[in-house]
């Protein structure tokens, strides 16, 4: 079905009838379907459907960490040759620590799952222990956030401490030194005016009576 032409002189209330009376017609219409079919902003997320009809928001963020991790399991699902090095330094690397804990708790749980298979499957379980796979990319809880930040507060204090205690040091080693180099002034002051007077004197010593 074609929509109805309308000239400049015209109405758009004809189009806008027709589409709200036959919403199927905008498949019909390219040029249409881009300017209003279901547009999808990347800057907030898309949504996907599942196949029960439920829609999730999916950040692009999230998509391409998704993507990072299927590009990784897809390689090593190929290598005949996989070793428990690879699968080590691949998926447990700071790099994907680093994904999981940005992502969100659906996507983590599943490539968790993923990685956790690989890890018993080559021995990295047992090399790096149960307890590290299970909390690999896992953000820490509200107890351990909160140790984490007395923890962090008790090092900014001592590094607070240690920096003022470095710049009293270096203000009084300043201090010393230009006291020193003052008194070093001091001295050679004197000696010149001792050598200036012995050199008057000898002078006047030599000078011929008259």
Same mark, same amino acid.
């Given at each position: 079905?074609? &929509?109805?032409? @309308?000239?400049? =002189? ?21 040029? @249409? ?7 999808? =902003?990347?800057? %907030?997320?898309? %949504?996907?459907?599942? =196949? ?5 928001? *999916?950040? *692009?963020?999230? &998509?391409? $960490? $998704? ?20 699968? #080590? ?16 708790? #659906?996507?983590r749980r599943f490539f968790r799952n993923k990685m956790s298979k690989f890890a018993y499957?080559?021995?990295? %379980?047992?090399? &790096? ?15 351990? $956030? ?9 090092? $900014?204090?001592?590094? !607070? ?5 470095a710049s009293v040091a270096a203000k009084e080693a300043m201090t010393a030194k230009v !006291?020193?180099?003052? @008194?070093? #002034? !001091? ?11 012995e050199a008057a004197a000898a002078a006047k010593e030599e000078a011929p009576l008259p």
């Amino acid at each position: 079905m074609k &929509l109805p032409v @309308v000239n400049r =002189s015209g109405s758009v209330v004809a189009i806008f009838l027709a589409v709200l009376f036959n919403p199927s017609m905008l498949s019909d219409q390219p040029f @249409v379907a881009q300017g209003f079919g279901l547009h999808q =902003s990347l800057k %907030t997320g898309v %949504t996907q459907s599942t =196949s029960n009809t439920l829609t999730m928001r *999916v950040g *692009v963020s999230d &998509l391409k $960490r $998704r993507k990072w991790f299927n590009d990784r399991l897809r390689v090593l699902n190929s290598d005949s040759s996989l070793t428990k090095e690879t699968v #080590k330094g691949v998926l447990f690397s700071p790099e994907a620590e680093e994904l999981l804990l940005k992502s969100n708790w #659906k996507l983590r749980r599943f490539f968790r799952n993923k990685m956790s298979k690989f890890a018993y499957e080559y021995g990295v %379980t047992e090399e &790096l222990g149960q307890e590290y796979i299970t909390s690999f990319g896992e953000p820490p809880t509200q107890e351990k $956030r909160v140790e984490l930040e007395i923890a962090a507060g008790k090092d $900014r204090k001592a590094a !607070r401490a240690a920096a003022h205690i470095a710049s009293v040091a270096a203000k009084e080693a300043m201090t010393a030194k230009v !006291r020193e180099n003052k @008194v070093k #002034k !001091r001295e050679a002051r004197a000696e010149m005016e001792e050598r200036r007077k012995e050199a008057a004197a000898a002078a006047k010593e030599e000078a011929p009576l008259p």
